[in-house]
């Protein structure tokens, strides 16, 4: 009960704040942050997203913070190009939950933040959830291509533990499976992973998406991925989620 009365107030009293983990390709470039958020309060400390975004979803908070997510990242990111952003960085990767999605509102919001803040649009990437995928098809459908007009991305987040069909994948914009993390965690140990992440990366190439690697946390782990004909990657190995003064560090030593 105290988290969601903190909640409540937690976007007014200004409590949230982003991060940013890097993505990098094959030759170590920086393409892109994934943006996550974060949530500090005074009496609960830093409440972690999978204890308050589940309670955000039952709360019907989560169009209200996802949108401060999108606005937020949006204005960072129009202040990075600004700057200029280096060759190799195809944009910002935004979480969007299903819930969020699936108000009648979603597309003309997106609109509206990109309207807001001049924000380059093929600079976002939404990462959706198989779920998402398998329920009122035509309208999500519907939804994903009215975004793809305006040039925004779409990834599969934790690609691998949702449904197994892989048939739906045909039915939908999505320019990138995003492998979840708990195949690369068992890549060494498990077999079973192996054959699972050559799986998902020979089906990518024939169905021309981009597969990026959740998780990477060594150099092995990034070798045996590369070997595997993954090109881009995500993870502790490269960096953990970062502060937006460090994410601009690390654009600038990147052009
Ligand atoms: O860093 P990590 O603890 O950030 O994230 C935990 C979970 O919270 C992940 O499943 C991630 O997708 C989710 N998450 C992080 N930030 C956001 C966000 O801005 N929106 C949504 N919907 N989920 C997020
Ligand atoms: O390609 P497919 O028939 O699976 O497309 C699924 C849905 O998306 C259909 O309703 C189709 O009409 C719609 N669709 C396909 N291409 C586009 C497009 O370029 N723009 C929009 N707005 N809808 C499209
Ligand atoms: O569900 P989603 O993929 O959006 O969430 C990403 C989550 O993975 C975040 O909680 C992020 O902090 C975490 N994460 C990112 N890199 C690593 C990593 O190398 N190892 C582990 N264990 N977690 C990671
Ligand atoms: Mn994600
Ligand atoms: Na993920």
């Not at 599969?156 to 197994?164: E, N, P």
């Not at 990026?212 to 060594?218: D, I, M, N, Q, R």
């Amino acid at each position: 009960a105290l988290l969601e009365k903190a909640l409540h107030s937690a976007v007014s009293n200004d409590e949230l704040y982003l991060v940013y983990q890097p993505q990098v390709n094959e030759n170590g470039l920086l393409i892109g942050f994934e943006v996550l958020l974060r949530w500090s309060n005074d009496e609960l400390g830093l409440v972690p997203p999978d204890r308050f975004i589940p309670i955000a979803e039952e709360m019907g908070m989560i169009e209200e913070i996802g949108y401060w997510v999108m606005d937020t990242a949006c204005r960072q990111l129009t202040v990075w190009q600004e700057k200029g952003l280096p060759l190799s960085f195809r944009g910002i990767a935004i979480n969007i939950s299903p819930y969020q999605f699936a108000k009648d509102s979603f597309v003309d919001t997106v609109k509206e933040v990109i309207d807001n803040t001049h924000v380059d649009p093929s600079l976002l990437d939404f990462e959706i959830t198989e779920g998402m995928l398998v329920e009122n098809i035509a309208s999500v459908a519907e939804k994903m291509w009215l975004l793809k007009e305006q040039q925004v991305r779409f990834s599969i987040d934790d690609f691998g533990t949702g449904y197994s069909s892989l048939r739906y994948l045909q039915h939908f914009p999505i320019d990138q499976l995003k492998i979840d993390q708990s195949f690369v965690r068992d890549l060494s140990s498990d077999p079973n992973s192996h054959v699972i992440i050559n799986t998902i990366v020979s089906m990518a190439a024939h169905m021309n998406l981009s597969v990026l690697a959740e998780g990477v946390e060594s150099y092995a782990e990034k070798g045996i991925l590369e070997a595997i004909g993954c090109a881009r990657f995500q993870g502790y190995y490269f960096s953990k989620p970062v502060k937006s003064d460090l994410a601009t560090q690390y654009l600038s030593h990147s052009t």
